[in-house]
């Protein structure tokens, strides 16, 4: 299944676009391929992060279990 792209246009310091281009231009692979990895890395780290800090929460404000079926049994 082909994944639907989209054309962007981002203002890079030229340090950073030499090194894409040079990483790209090393490994026979488009500058594009290049930021699409590592926009991935990013967020599959930030997904990671985000997890860590969401299994943290303590979620004690919620109802027992006894509570529950006794809100569920009033509908």
């Given at each position: ?41 990013w967020l ?32």
């Amino acid at each position: 299944m082909k994944t639907k792209t989209a054309r962007i246009s981002a203002l890079l310091p030229f340090s950073l676009v030499e090194e894409i281009k040079k990483f790209s231009e090393n490994n026979n692979i488009t500058q594009s391929y290049v930021i699409k990895n590592a926009l991935e890395s990013w967020l599959s780290l930030k997904l990671e992060r985000d997890t860590k800090v969401l299994s943290k929460i303590n979620f004690d404000d919620l109802p027992q279990e006894d509570e529950w079926q006794l809100i569920q049994s009033a509908l």
